[in-house]
């Protein structure tokens, strides 16, 4: 049976894989967030911020882990989706090194083209009607290009596809669903600007992320999959658990 995609029935049915697997999902972000302070920890004891090439090297193992363990939840979503009815091994949720490397690739070619982007405005300095208008293009260019792209690690992981096929294949996934890819990306930023905006003031509401952070990738996840459904003639499973 085809089902259209709705973003009612897709925040739902992220709540309701969230909840059926509540522990395991808030244990692995516990042991990841643990890791990462533990390793910025030992980092900031063992190296100087003057040393030029320890610091590229300190930040590209930050980021390694970053996409490491990012990939692994992504691993763990789809495996507790995939795997409702039976049980897991911890090994399913190992991303591979394949895995990591092509999302480090599009990293690096967002960064590629954010950092040119600032130099070129910089460049404007002294005409700031064209630094404007600069600025205005890229901010819009850069929400086009967000919406398109958000669903690369989900190719990367749930297709193993390349950093390159990965881009292309989100860009055909979400033609034709611009305004609801929107949506979910406005409900997305909500669940991570208000916990921040609050925790200002009250420091202990920064605990949130260890529940946001993972229920946001739920969402983004359940949305890959239904998209991937909206496009074909076939059974939703993922809605049947709404």
Known sequence: MYHPFSVADTVKAAWNIFRKN???????SVISFFL???LGLIIGFIYSPEDFWGSMVVTFILVWLQAYTTLGLYKLIFTVIDSEYYDFEFIQVIPKAKMVWSYLAVIFIFA????NLGILIDYFDESPNIQFIIELIAGIGGLFLALRSMFFNTFIVD???GPIESLKQSFELTRGY?????LILGIIILLIAL???LSQNYPIVSV???FTYPFVNIILAVTYRKLVYSHQDVDD???ETN
């Open 22 to 28: 509540f522990v395991t999902i808030i244990v692995y």
């Open 36 to 38: 990462l302070g533990v």
């Open 112 to 115: 590629f083209i954010v950092t």
């Open 159 to 161: 297709d193993a596809s």
């Open 178 to 182: 611009l305004l609801k890819v929107l």
């Open 195 to 197: 916990p921040a905006k």
């Open 208 to 210: 949130t992320i260890l």
């Open 237 to 239: 499973d993922i809605a």
